[in-house]
C-alpha cells in the first residue's frame, strides 16, 4: 500500500533562511508527487507536481522540491523563507496507474518568525 | 474560472442524524475526491468519482456514501452521525484522473461539528 511520511511536525525558520520541509513516500511503481498547502480556516492550495522528467520540479510563490528516487524523498524547498510562508504543508503521493487515491502525509506546519 | 465550491460552509447536527454535503467541481473538471481532515488523523481519503462512477473508496464505515451527477456535481452523505465525525470535509476536483490532469483543485470545506 501507498504511504507518505512527513517526519516533522514542525518546522521553525527565521525570515530570510532557507527552508526545507522533508516528505518520503512509499509507492509501487512509479509515484506522482505533490505538495499542497493550507491557511488557516482555507482549502488546499495546490503547489507543485512531479510526473516525470526533471528531478528539480519548481512551483508557486518560489517553492520547488526534489525529487529523489533512491532515497524515495520528494522534500520541499526555498532559497529564502517570508513569514508570509507559514502555514501547514502537505506532501502527497499517488501511484502512476491512476487507479488509487491520492495519500497525505500528516502535515508539516512551518512557522516563519520575523 | 470559478473554483471549487461547497456548501454548506459550516454545519451543527445532533448526534444520530444524518447530512448531506454538496460539492461543485471546477468547469471542465470531471472527477471528485473527498477527505475528511481532523487534528488527529490529519487528512483520509474517502472517495473518488469519476463521471459518475466511484473509482476508489477510503477505509471509512458504510455510513460514509456518496455519488456524483452528470454534470460531475457531487454529494456525499453521513447518516447516523457520531461525535467523531466532526471534522473539516473536503472536497478536490481534478480534470481527469491519470498523470499530469490529476492536478487537484481543492475547494474551502464544510466544516461539520456533531454535538
Known amino acids: 500500500a501507498q504511504s507518505v511520511a512527513q517526519p516533522e511536525d514542525q518546522v521553525n525558520v527565521a525570515e530570510g533562511n532557507p527552508l526545507t520541509v522533508k516528505c518520503t513516500y512509499s509507492?509501487?511503481?512509479?509515484?506522482?508527487l505533490f505538495w499542497y498547502v493550507q491557511y488557516p480556516n482555507r482549502g488546499l492550495q495546490f503547489l507543485l507536481k512531479?510526473?516525470?522528467?526533471?528531478?528539480l520540479v519548481k512551483g508557486s510563490y518560489g517553492f520547488e522540491a526534489e525529487f529523489n528516487k533512491s532515497q524515495t524523498s520528494f522534500h520541499l524547498k526555498k532559497p529564502s523563507a517570508l513569514v508570509s510562508d507559514s502555514a501547514l504543508y502537505f506532501c502527497?503521493?499517488?501511484?502512476?496507474?491512476?487507479?488509487?487515491?491520492?495519500?497525505f502525509g500528516k502535515g508539516t506546519t512551518l512557522s516563519v518568525s520575523s | 474560472k470559478a473554483g471549487v465550491t461547497q456548501t454548506p460552509r459550516y454545519l451543527i447536527k445532533t448526534r444520530g442524524q444524518q447530512v448531506t454535503l454538496s460539492c461543485s467541481p471546477i468547469?471542465?473538471?470531471?472527477?471528485v475526491s473527498w477527505y475528511q481532515q481532523t487534528p488527529g488523523q490529519g487528512l483520509q481519503f474517502l472517495f473518488e468519482?469519476?463521471?459518475?462512477?466511484?473509482?476508489n473508496k477510503g477505509n471509512f464505515p458504510g455510513r460514509f456514501s456518496g455519488r456524483q451527477f452528470s454534470n460531475s456535481r457531487s454529494e456525499m452523505n453521513v447518516s447516523t452521525l457520531e461525535l467523531g465525525d466532526s471534522a473539516l470535509y473536503l472536497c478536490?476536483?481534478?480534470f481527469g484522473t491519470g498523470g499530469s490532469s490529476y492536478e487537484q483543485y481543492f475547494g474551502p470545506g464544510t466544516r461539520l461539528t456533531v454535538t
Open positions: 509507492v509501487s511503481g512509479n509515484p506522482y
Open positions: 468547469s471542465g473538471h470531471r472527477s
Open positions: 478536490a476536483s481534478s
Open positions: 502527497a503521493v499517488r501511484d502512476g496507474t491512476g487507479r488509487t487515491a491520492l495519500i
Open positions: 468519482y469519476f463521471s459518475e462512477t466511484q473509482r
Open positions: 512531479y510526473i516525470t522528467g526533471d528531478n
